[in-house]
């Protein structure tokens, strides 16, 4: 069974400034997406980057980029240009490549932005 | 505007009493699930359904009952709520291919007293 993996509960941020959450995952299958979702207090689930495994290059959204290392099966989110905004739980995402995966979430990190 | 709606948005109930959360879809989505999410544990999948009349366990699924008599819609029954179904739920569509962007609704709180 595949697993997903945060090992960092909380971090912060000083506004402005970049920082990098982890993100692990097991998996045997060759054919799968990785997901970060936002979770803002709102309480909403946003789609913030996905990346296929069959894609070297790292996916990249505005302020947004992962390092997608597929044979350490690490998905590191970094988020440059830290705003107020980006604070939130940030949950990252399994899901296999056939029509019947499901999506496998992480702990989950909060993510905090000093003013 | 494409949306997935849950509702009631907060519920309060008492043990033993049954109840209902409605989850809608206007995207003509195949996929449809349940997700509790708790402190600490992330979102764990309660059931899942591929199309109209098919569904399947997720990995809670004790508790709980699910239907698909139409495409967009999804409800998630609860029998016999007890304290430990606390929690928020959310209620997912998308297509059916693994890469496909999954659509959230904006969530149940649900407290069982």
């Known amino acids: 069974a595949q697993t997903v993996t945060q090992s960092q509960p909380e971090m912060s941020v000083q506004e402005a400034e970049t920082v990098t959450l982890s993100c692990t995952y097991d998996?045997?299958?060759?054919?799968?997406?990785l997901f970060w979702y936002k979770q803002p207090p709102s309480r909403q689930m946003i789609l913030v980057i996905r990346?296929?495994?069959?894609?070297?290059q790292n996916a990249t959204e505005n302020r947004f980029s992962v390092n997608f290392q597929k044979a350490a099966k690490s998905f590191s989110l970094k988020i440059s240009d830290s705003q107020l905004g980006d604070a939130a739980m940030y949950f990252c995402?399994?899901?296999?490549?056939?029509?019947?995966?499901?999506?496998?979430f992480g702990k989950g990190t909060k993510l905090s932005v000093k003013p | 505007e494409a949306q997935v709606t849950q509702n009631p948005r907060y519920l309060i109930t008492v043990t033993g009493k049954k109840l209902t959360v409605t989850c809608s879809q206007n995207m003509n989505h195949e996929y449809m699930s349940w997700y509790r999410q708790d402190p600490g544990l992330g979102l764990r999948q309660i059931y899942y359904s591929m199309n109209v009349e098919v569904t399947d366990k997720g990995d809670v699924p004790e508790g709980y009952k699910v239907s698909r008599k139409e495409k967009r819609n999804f409800p998630l029954i609860l029998e016999s709520p007890s304290p430990n179904q606390t929690s928020l739920y959310f209620c997912?569509?998308?297509f059916g291919q693994g890469g496909t962007e999954a659509f959230f609704g904006q969530g149940t709180r649900l407290t069982v007293v």
């Open positions: 998996t045997s299958e060759s054919d799968y997406y």
């Open positions: 990346q296929e495994a069959y894609k070297q």
């Open positions: 997912a569509s998308s």
């Open positions: 995402a399994y899901r296999s490549g056939g029509s019947q995966g499901n999506l496998i």
